[in-house]
T-cell receptor
Framework: DGGITQSPKYLFRKEGQNVTLSCEQNLNHDAMYWYRQDPGQGLRLIYYSQIVNDFQKGDIAEGYSVSREKKESFPLTVTSAQKNPTAFYLC?????????????FGQGTRLTVV | QKEVEQNSGPLSVPEGAIASLNCTYSDRGSQSFFWYRQYSGKSPELIMSIYSNGDKEDGRFTAQLNKASQYVSLLIRDSQPSDSATYLC?????????????FGSGTRLSIRP
């Protein structure tokens, strides 16, 4: 089945640890995105990438890092510099172009600092 | 000014009535607009996309776009309890490798029986 797979579904991080969230898609989409959602809030853009080996910072990139070595994969690392990482993290992908460019989402990773 | 603005609600509508959700955006050059539905604890799912001025209908849902007023709306006819969710407006801004999809903060909709 085609889709976007995020793992793990739940993740617990200790203070000072780096953790990496996985996002893989088999939709042959060029663009991939990472969003953060806090309780009762909308989606805020962390990083996005339109092509392999290129990515752009979103509105809240501080404390996060990404890589885009393959078209199918866009992992997000939450570093120890991110002081308040507890949130719901959503990965999405879309095609490029002017029409039909809606984003489709994975099931999300819920990160909690312990 | 936020790039995409929505009334956070909650919006309460009786079952069977029409629910009207509104969204404004700041980038006048935006060409692609989307409505998503998100149930609590789940990821957003696409309801409608709209690219041209006017109305676009899909079942009980109608999206309306007015680029001159930088306004996009979603109407839900014959509202059902299962429509109770948060509705997110999204806009694609920028061009080519710098294009990105920005979301509003969402409107919580509650359908009362």
């Amino acid at each position: 089945d085609g889709g976007i797979t995020q793992s793990p579904k739940y993740l617990f991080r200790k203070e000072g640890q780096n953790v990496t969230l996985s996002c893989e898609q088999n939709l042959n989409h060029d663009a991939m995105y990472w969003y953060r959602q806090d309780p009762g809030q909308g989606l805020r853009l962390i990083y996005y990438s339109q092509i392999v080996n290129d990515f752009q910072k979103g509105d809240i990139a501080e404390g996060y890092s990404v890589s885009r070595e393959k078209k199918e994969s866009f992992p997000l690392t939450v570093t120890s510099a991110q002081k308040n990482p507890t949130a719901f993290y959503l990965c999405a992908s879309s095609i490029m172009g002017q029409g039909g460019t809606e984003a489709f989402f994975g099931q999300g990773t819920r990160l909690t600092v312990v | 000014q936020k790039e995409v603005e929505q009334n956070s609600g909650p919006l309460s509508v009786p079952e069977g009535a029409i629910a009207s959700l509104n969204c404004t955006y700041s980038d006048r050059g935006s060409q692609s607009f989307f409505w998503y539905r998100q149930y609590s604890g789940k990821s957003p799912e696409l309801i409608m996309s709209i690219y041209s001025n006017g109305d676009k209908e899909d079942g009980r849902f109608t999206a309306q776009l007015n680029k001159a007023s930088q306004y996009v709306s979603l109407l839900i006819r014959d509202s059902q309890p299962s429509d109770s969710a948060t509705y997110l407006c999204a806009v694609k801004v920028g061009y080519s490798s710098a294009s990105k999809i920005i979301f509003g903060s969402g409107t919580r909709l509650s359908i009362r029986p």
